[in-house]
């Protein structure tokens, strides 16, 4: 039984927690992270929790301090073993269990990890995680007798995974890329279900990540993808981050498509089934993305940064697609409403074989626009909301026409510039996109200025086509 424990103050964060093993996150950790969140799965009238690991040289261990903190608290865990965190999303939902704990680094290097939770249906964060370091550290906690047992859902979640898809015509080669993360083993059964032929990257996992870091929204990670898509003439290559809730995907030419495109690509799937549906995307996509949802007859809905964030939206105006930039992208259009890397790229395969057109020739049609790629530069904690409520009041006092949803995102004649402050690092974030290089440089002048009227010197970086 753990007494007052206290957390390294770093490791309690606004969607997770995650530290660096040997440093600031240990055994003794993880299981007050088990008895923490075991005593509020209790207070819910909650019994039984999965409890699930990914590939990191850690997690076994980390997963092991979980498990006893949990049965500690008289609860009933699930070991549903190791694989990608909506592996344990899903076991959650189709084994009835009342919360699940993923122990994951996600896209971090190899030393960190961590623990993404969720209480009943919904992800457990922000409040509730800062609630669960001071139960800990008051030593607030229930007591009982639990068990352990082992369950093994894989071959159940790739069953689902291909559930009701639909294929057309057009047979597809197929690139896919694990980064030797915690997908590796379910792509492997997954793409036998699948048409078409596939050439699997990287797919034995190995929490010391030997090809390549496994985060798909970073250019050269994509590279050995792009360089496989070439070899193989193949029609799409998708990569996953390392717990696999993440996906990057390029199409023939090894041009990377962006978060805001494969939402616009799946959003024509979804709105030909559902007129009039809500999409929802971050503040860091794409205007096109937005006006095109209008378009194509669906309402676009710019919501906050986080991925739980964007789930409790989805949830409340029963929206069927939702994504970030990030690549997190939620499914509720025949999935559970939660962000899955390995149904979004069997839902893009999907579309494409039906598609009248190749993935090559849709990126064609993206209305081109210039932009930067996401810009951060460093802001203390203490300083860094308040330097986005500083503009905010030169914006006003200006004028200016903004949407201050999350942070400020900015619209003049050139296009757009966003400001906000991160939620998990010292960071603040901004991005500009325009229709041509000089509204850029207008925008990113504007943004500029901005910065240094709350004393922060903006950081040189140069436009991205998009």
């Known amino acids: 039984m ?46 039984t929790v999965a409890v699930g690991w990914d590939g990191r ?27 990608p965190t909506p592996q344990l999303y899903f076991a959650v939902r189709h084994l009835h269990l009342d919360a699940g704990v993923q122990i994951t680094g996600s896209h971090n290097p ?54 009701g898809i639909g294929w057309g015509a ?6 896919w890329d694990a980064g030797n993360g915690a997908a590796g083993d379910i792509m492997v059964e997954l793409v036998k279900r699948l048409p078409g032929r596939h050439i699997l990257l990287n797919e034995k996992v190995d929490g010391t990540f030997p090809a390549h870091h496994p985060d ?28 696999a809730d993440r996906i990057g995907a390029v199409d023939s030419q090894g041009r990377i498509i962006w978060g805001d495109q494969l939402i616009w690509l799946y ?12 999409i929802i995307a971050d503040v860091k996509a794409s205007q096109v993305l937005f006006d095109e949802v209008v378009r194509m007859g669906g309402k676009a809905l710019m919501w906050k940064t986080g991925h739980s964030i964007i789930k409790a939206k989805m949830a409340e105006v029963g929206a069927p697609l939702a994504g970030e930039m990030s ?65 905010k009041a030169r914006l006003r006092a200006a004028k200016a026409e903004f949407n201050d949803i999350d942070g400020v995102r900015v619209l003049t004649g050139d296009g757009w510039w966003l400001l906000r402050a991160s939620n998990t690092q010292d960071v ?21 200025a901005q910065l240094r009227g709350s004393g922060v010197e903006p950081p040189k970086e140069g436009a991205a086509h998009h």
């Not at 997770?16 to 440093?23: S, T, Y």
């Not at 603040?428 to 500029?448: P, S, T």
């Open 57 to 83: 040289l850690s997690s076994p261990e980390l997963a092991a301090g979980v498990v006893d903190g949990l049965v500690a608290c008289g609860l009933k865990v699930v070991r549903t073993g190791m694989g």
């Open 327 to 391: 690549g997190h992208i939620f499914f509720a259009d025949h999935w559970y409403g939660f962000d899955d890397a390995l149904y979004c790229a069997v839902r893009l395969l999907s579309f494409m074989s039906r598609a009248e057109a190749t993935l090559a020739a849709y990126r064609d049609r993206f209305p081109a626009v210039v932009n930067t790629p996401e810009l951060r530069f460093p802001c203390s904690e203490e300083r860094k909301f308040k330097v986005v409520d500083e503009v």
């Open 110 to 163: 190899p030393d960190y990890n961590g623990f993404k939770m969720m209480l009943g249906k919904a992800p457990f964060w922000g409040g509730e995680i800062q609630e669960l370091g001071r139960r800990v550290a008051s030593g607030d906690l229930e007591r009982g007798a639990g068990s352990a047992v082992d369950q093994d859902i894989r071959a159940d979640y790739v069953t689902r995974l291909v559930e």
């Open 2 to 47: 753990t007494q007052n424990h206290r957390f390294d103050p770093t490791v309690l964060r606004e969607y997770d927690i995650r530290g660096i093993v040997g440093k600031t996150l240990s055994a003794r950790d993880a299981r007050a992270v088990g008895e923490g969140f075991g005593t509020a799965v209790r207070r819910n009238g909650g019994r």
């Open 216 to 243: 798909p929204t970073v250019p050269e990670n994509l590279v050995q993808l792009q360089e496989a898509v070439a070899a193989n003439k193949a029609d799409v290559g998708v990569a996953f981050d390392g717990d």
């Open 428 to 448: 603040l974030v901004a991005r500009c996109e325009a229709k041509d290089r000089a509204g850029l440089d207008r925008l990113k002048a504007d943004l500029a």
């Open 267 to 278: 959003a024509h799937d979804v709105l030909r089934e559902r007129p009039g549906a809500t």
């Open 170 to 175: 057009r047979k597809l080669t197929v690139c």
